[in-house]
DNA sequence: CGTTAATTTCTGTTTTTACTGAAATAACTG
DNA sequence: CAGTTATTTCAGTAAAAACAGAAATTAACG
């Protein structure tokens, strides 16, 4: 598979923005070619389109698929793995969101938590450190809770919400201006 | 400053935290000492706290001011800088995002904006391509609209959606389950 | 069951990013 | 304005991450 100009653009930057949100450039780069791909591409064509070493290749679609951003599909009369990317973007993004989340932030979360209990059970700590490291917990487990609310409404209602912004806001009692 | 178990634990944790979310370690790691430090601090203080070169300090607050997240105080009689953090959750929060749209996100707008132009100027870009490319500048402008919606309301307003989380689909007419 | 194709693991190299410490500059003080 | 103290710039070093290529493993096929 041979990229036009805007196409390795694409790719190129794609790839950049990894780097910045801590994904892997070359993670990055082959997902933004297998979602511009018109058909399943083999580790090998993803080789030779962006001259990464084969190795890398294969390391960065084993990422990719534990992300489940992109899926094997086998074609008949040959034994090589084929890879597309899943093209819905909304789920896209779901999927990365959701594999940070498993990743970094619920981590983070069980850390913060016992790290509250050390704080609070610690003489030498003052209260009010406790006090901010339980503040930061908790905020990010409100996050966390809305995060799980929002992941149970069904894609349609979430795009609707989207679409409405701000102006839910107005439907709820006790939040208007006056 | 010198700082217990778990305070250390806290500011290490915070500091690898950033790190995965792409922000510099001492930077992240100085952010959080000045959360938990109950007065304004010198850079020589955080130098001999954390132990991390003066000239890294010295460049690291100049990046926690430019998001916004801490300040400068002045002690009288002292003639050197003393700073402290915001600490307020929520806003820290928003001061974060903010940073991250204004150095990432936005240039990204852009490039995809004239990168869609581009594709769809260019004969040797198949039309899928460059959809998908369209797409992905779509979602992400949605995003945006989005944030900025929400970034008009007040703070108060801001909690109530957030606390209220997915009860809020019910209210909306349309998007219920039948 | 041996051969070939495909994939993965592993080790060493390269590249990038973070960091230090010295030197230069700037800001204040008497 | 000479002397200090504080801050910043900069060049070199160290650490970390990404990557390549060879070697090893696994899977398919006749």
Sequence with gaps: ?????????????????GTRWGVNRSVAQIHALLY??????????????????????????????????????????????????????????????????QREFLPTLSTLATLVEDAR?????????????????NLMRQADDWYREMRTLPPRVQSTLLMMGAKIAKLIPGTGKS
């Design 1 to 17: 598979m041979t990229l036009s100009e805007p196409e390795q653009a694409f790719v190129l930057h794609w790839g950049e923005m």
């Design 36 to 101: 511009l791909a018109d058909k399943p591409l083999t580790a090998e064509e993803i080789t030779e389109t962006l001259s990464i070493a084969r190795s890398n290749v294969s390391n960065s679609l084993k990422e990719l698929l534990s992300w489940r951003l992109i899926e094997t599909t086998s074609v008949l009369g040959d034994r090589r793995d084929h890879f597309t990317a899943i093209t819905d973007g909304m789920e896209m993004a779901t999927r990365i969101v959701e594999g940070r989340r």
């Design 121 to 137: 059970g610690d003489e030498a700590t003052s209260k009010q450190s406790a006090d901010r490291i339980a503040e930061t917990l």
